[in-house]
């Protein structure tokens, strides 16, 4: 894998974000790796927990906006097709962190947003680093949320504190986050990786059948499908990404400018 790294602790499977030079946001390539990487640990009869980190100062920041800008040039049509295209890739890995039977642990350092909270938010148990910083911000690239946001976020913090992170984007710490329940402990940047590995041999060592069984229920007890979710987080990041608000977004944010959203409706 060129994005990614899997990595073998006894009965535990790392998988490890591994574009440090671009703060591991997300290609395509790494979308698909990350489907492929998950299918082979959810299959895996040798592993009993996944522990999901970030390569080199941070978790994931996001989307590459690169590839974004890649997109912007084309008519309105074909940016649709493209983008849906690119969502509904997300799709395998969070049906499977959610569905897959070994519980999913992260550890979360440096920056979180976009996509990479959406991961965060996936997983079963997250440790995060003190000086970590979370955010939605999509909006700021006139789009709407993905990768399963929009069911996890608000069954966490509720759907007000869910509307005030997506709706105004802002950036928010570690111990507001603990706050909220995105995760469930602070550490120590230093310690982060001891910590989180140490969860994860406690896990491993646990009845792994039981705790397939309490995701199974966990799961269930919302009720709405997360697949019919996720098309629909697909279809309406797709019409946002046809209109002038996600050009202006992602040109702004290529240009390092605030955007200017006026007349772009």
């Known amino acids: 894998m060129q994005t990614l790294l899997l990595e073998r602790r006894d009965a535990v499977i790392e998988i490890v974000l591994n574009r ?7 290609n395509r390539e790494m979308i698909h790796e990350l489907a492929a990487a998950t299918e082979e640990a959810a299959a895996d009869a040798a592993c009993d927990v996944v522990l999901l980190r970030g390569a080199g100062t941070h978790f994931m920041a996001g989307g590459d906006i690169r590839m974004f800008g890649e997109l912007v040039g ?5 940016r649709r097709a493209a983008l849906y295209q690119l969502v509904d890739a997300l799709h395998p890995t969070m049906l499977r962190l959610r569905h897959m039977r ?8 440096g920056a979180a947003a976009g996509f990479g909270l959406s991961l965060v938010l996936a997983c079963d148990l997250a440790l995060a680093a003190e000086d970590t910083v979370f955010g939605c911000g999509y909006i ?10 929009t069911a996890s976020l608000p069954r966490i913090v509720g759907i007000k504190r869910a509307a005030e992170l997506m709706l105004l984007g802002e950036r928010f710490d570690a111990r507001r986050a603990l706050e909220l329940g995105i995760v469930n402990r602070l550490v120590p940047p230093d310690a982060l990786l001891g910590e989180a590995r ?3 041999a406690r896990l491993a060592a646990g009845p792994a059948h039981a705790y397939g069984r309490t995701k199974a229920l966990l799961e269930a007890s919302f009720g709405g499908a997360l697949e019919a979710q996720l098309k629909r987080e697909a279809e309406s990041f797709a019409e946002c990404a046809a209109g002038d608000e996600f050009v202006e977004g992602v040109r702004a944010f290529l240009d390092k400018r ?3 959203f006026s007349g772009t409706g």
């Open 20 to 26: 440090p030079e671009i703060l591991n946001a997300a």
């Open 198 to 200: 140490g969860l994860a």
């Open 102 to 109: 070994q519980p999913v642990v992260a550890a979360v350092h």
């Open 74 to 78: 084309l008519a309105p049509q074909a």
């Open 140 to 149: 700021h690239l006139g789009t709407s949320p993905d990768g399963a946001m």
């Open 258 to 260: 605030t955007p200017d």
